[in-house]
Every structure is written in C-alpha cells, then in structure tokens.
C-alpha cells in the first residue's frame, strides 16, 4: 500500500476539525518511516537470501575441489601401491629416448592411446599383447626359427578386432629386399611338425639398420581358437637376397626385447547397465546432488615420465551430498540411518562401479611392462 493511501485512512479515523496541521505533518513523518523501514526489510530479506545462495553454490564448489583433489592424490597412491613401488621411478625423459627404441614397436602401439572417451551405448576395447617363447626342449629341427605363443581365454573369435604378428629384422649389410614368411606349425602323428604358410610379406630394407615389420594373422587367429591346439606356434624367416635370415626370433646378445609378439585388440562385450547409472554433471553444473564429474588426469604434470603411455586420460571422480531420503536404491542402509542417525556419519558420495586401463610403464630395473591398472576410471558415482 502506498504512502497517501495509509494517509487517506488514518484521516478518515479522526474528525476533520479536530487534525491541526502539526498533527499531519508527525502522521506523515510516521508514516514515512514506517513505510521506509518495512523497504529496508524486504530487501535486506532479498540480500541475505541471494547471499545464502551464493554461499551455497561457492560450499558446493569447494566440496566439488576437495573431491578432486582427494581424487588425484588416491590415482597417485593406488598406481604406486599396485606397482609395488615405494616411489615412483626416477627416470629421467633422456633415458626414456635411449630406452624406448629397445621395446617393440612403441610408436604404433602409443597411437592406440587416445584419451579414454566410451560411449554408454559400446563396448570398450582392450589391448593384449603376447611375447614368443620358445617350447622346451627344442626340436632339432626348430632351433632357430619356432615361436610358441600362450594365448589369453579372454581372446575369442568373435572379439577378435584386429591381431597383428610383429617380427624385428636385423640389420643387413646393404640395401636389400626381405621375403618374410610365416608358417603354421601342425603337430603331425609322426611326431614331426607340418608346415603350412598362412603369410607372406615383401620389405625392401635400408642397409644397417633393423625394422619391425607387421604381418595381419586375425584369420589365423580365429583358425586357431576355433579349432583349439595344445600349443600355437608359427615359423618365422625372413630371407635377404644373399639367403640370410634376418628375422629375430630369439634374444641374442644385444637384442633384448626384440623378439616376435602378437598384439590382439578385442572387444569387451560386457555393456554397462543404465539403471544404476546415476547423474553425471560438468564442472558449471549447479547440481547438489551426489553426481559424476570429469577429470583428465594428466602424469606429465605428476612429473612421472617413467609412464609411456597413456599420458593422460579421464579418471572422472565423485562429489555432492547425500540425504537419506533419497536413499530407496539402499534401503537397508537407510534404515540403519534412521534408526541410529546419531551413531552413523551418514551416506558418502562413491564410485559405486569402476573400469580399469592399460598402461605401459618403466619399472626400476628399467624394463618396460604392459600391464592392466584396476579401478583407475570412475563410471558411475552413488550414495552408499
């Protein structure tokens, strides 16, 4: 209500010759007052409430930045407890380039290393790689050529997306071209093993220097796991124009880590369920509730150079609060709650599931492994 309205009905309150002037001038100043102080009120009310909201967008992002934080120090303590190291390995970037050309083939297998990015919908991706051996005892006849390779159950013919043989030349003494030959090795019932060429590849190589060379074996792959073998093991030459055999299939002096591998890429069939997917929000979201969060974990800002590959990838992490009413996904813990709201800190805002990631590392004695890191990717966040 306006001013000369309240004017208007205090006047009507008293007769008309009975208000001197002096009497409306102190309504009017009252009045005025009262009008002016019921103003300061609503709006310090509006004040404080966008004051409280602000604080409370500013509460949720330090939760969401401790979170984050506690995130990043728990990769780094996990990966170095998994690994069995008390600290990371001190290895510098300039040893890394001298060592590296001694593994296998790092360059195609780093170009596998995309940021982790997987679709709710599809099923992820894994990378195995498998080194030759060589069987013991050792055929006469196969001192120098026979590769034997261990396959994992989790490759099947179905998954299979891609394998390939990678086989190392040694360096010739002039530029020649290398006839590389693969063969399949069949027990016979004689005891002997027959021979059957599944692969054959022309190189032209430069003079001094070795080469990795890959050979596409998927349909032999998949020959083998359909018609399962007690062992698998291939033939490997790889012929110059002068008759030498440049292929490396066994560590002579100076040749660690060149000997034949398959890499396989299969096809992780297990989907992921939607229903228990809960909320994934972004760094702007204004989302209280418990909710997935991205966050790229970068090892070059660790300063760990000792891991080759991936160098980053999205660890996402967990933040935001947890009421007990919205807890019907775990109903005995909600009782538990309610029952002893003083004796329990209440539900937290976890990983309730996690995937791990292929990684390809220095250990200490300087070796590189290629192994499978548990629990590195959060892919979904509840309250439990």
Not at 13 to 37: H, I, W, Y
Not at 231 to 248: M, P, Q, T, W
Request: with cysteine; charged share 25%; hydrophobic share 35%.
């Amino acid at each position: 209500m306006s001013l000369s309205c309240h004017l208007h009905w205090t006047f009507l309150l008293f007769p008309e010759n009975q208000v001197t002037d002096e009497d409306r001038m102190l309504l009017f100043l009252s009045l005025a007052a009262a009008v002016l102080s019921a103003g300061r009120a609503m709006e310090m009310n509006q004040t404080s409430k966008l004051l409280a909201e602000s604080l409370e967008q500013c509460s949720a992002c330090d939760s969401r930045e401790h979170s984050k934080q506690l995130r990043l120090h728990s990769i780094r303590s996990q990966i170095l407890s998994i690994l069995r190291l008390e600290q990371a390995p001190n290895i510098s970037r300039d040893m890394i380039r001298q060592l590296i050309p001694k593994a296998p083939p790092l360059t195609q297998l780093l170009d596998q290393y995309d940021p982790r990015a997987e679709d709710e919908e599809h099923a992820t991706t894994e990378t195995i790689i498998t080194m030759a051996t060589k069987p013991n005892p050792v055929p006469a006849e196969q001192l120098s050529s026979c590769c034997l390779f261990s396959l994992s159950p989790k490759i099947q013919p179905k998954n299979i997306l891609s394998a390939q043989l990678w086989v190392h030349l040694r360096p010739s003494l002039a530029v020649t071209t290398v006839f590389l030959q693969v063969s399949r090795l069949r027990p016979a019932r004689e005891g002997n093993s027959t021979r059957v060429r599944v692969r054959s590849l022309k190189v032209d190589t430069e003079a001094g220097a070795g080469s990795w060379q890959s050979i596409d074996i998927k349909s032999l792959l998949q020959a083998w796991l359909r018609q399962p073998e007690s062992s698998y093991s291939l033939e490997i030459n790889a012929f110059s124009n002068r008759g030498e055999d440049l292929a490396v299939t066994s560590a002579e002096p100076g040749e660690e880590g060149l000997q034949p591998f398959i890499e396989v890429k299969i096809l992780d069939s297990s989907k992921r369920s939607r229903r228990d997917s809960g909320l994934d929000c972004d760094e702007e979201s204004s989302e209280t509730r418990c909710c997935r969060y991205p966050l790229t974990v970068d090892f070059e800002e660790f300063g760990w150079d000792w891991i080759i590959a991936p160098k980053r990838y999205r660890a996402n992490y967990c933040s935001g609060e947890c009421e007990f009413l919205h807890l019907q996904q775990y109903p005995h813990a909600h009782l538990v709650n309610k029952a002893n709201p003083r004796g329990s800190a209440g539900p937290c805002c976890t990983p309730t599931k996690m995937s791990p990631i292929n990684m390809l590392y220095f250990n200490r004695k300087e070796q590189i492994i290629y192994g499978k890191i548990p629990s590195m990717v959060v892919d979904n966040c509840g309250c439990s």
